[in-house]
């Protein structure tokens, strides 16, 4: 059996639960939300495999990382990571609609199937799903639900203005 770890971030939008295995970081859950859920009893807390990851997204929440470079592992269908893969793609500060996204992908026509495998993304905030909005511009479904995706976006974009203070604290 592989062996699964896990450990907790504290952050501005809540904690955030960390998981990852020998080939990479698998999940990130966020304290409240649609997918919550606690640890798998075979998995074990170690705060020094999360170190990785850990870092990079404390950095990414003091405004110092724009771009992540970790080790991914996330699970899903061949379609739900080919809607992963294209999520990190979108430029920090910058959203997309979901028909943009689809289209990023070649189908199209297959926007619900790219907002559900948007909404299934085990690895948010490393896998920008929250850069996904309405074709309208209104900010649509989260994991971590509207005011963290909320938050998200106005971070992003106070650091790309230069204007963190009064965001993170």
């Known amino acids: 059996m592989t062996p699964v770890w896990y450990d907790n971030l504290p952050s501005p939008i809540g904690q955030l639960r960390l998981v990852a295995d020998e080939q990479g970081l698998r999940e990130v859950w966020f304290e409240t ?62 959203t997309i609609s979901y028909g943009e996204l689809a289209r990023r992908i070649g189908q199209p026509q297959a926007m619900r199937a790219v907002g559900a495998a948007n909404g299934r993304n085990p690895l948010p905030i490393v896998l920008p799903c929250h850069r996904v909005i309405g074709a309208n511009g209104s900010l649509t479904g989260f994991g971590g639900g509207l005011p963290t995706k909320r938050f998200l976006l106005a971070h992003e974009e106070g650091v790309a203005r230069g204007d963190l203070f009064g965001l993170v604290n």
């Open 33 to 94: 939300g649609r997918h919550q859920r606690e640890p798998d009893p075979s998995w074990e807390r170690s705060p020094l495999a999360l170190a990785f990851a850990r870092e990079q997204l404390e950095q990414y929440f003091a405004g110092t990382r724009q771009v992540f470079d970790l080790p991914l592992h996330p699970h899903g269908t061949p379609f739900q990571r080919t809607v992963w893969q294209e999520l990190a793609r979108i430029p920090y500060g910058a």
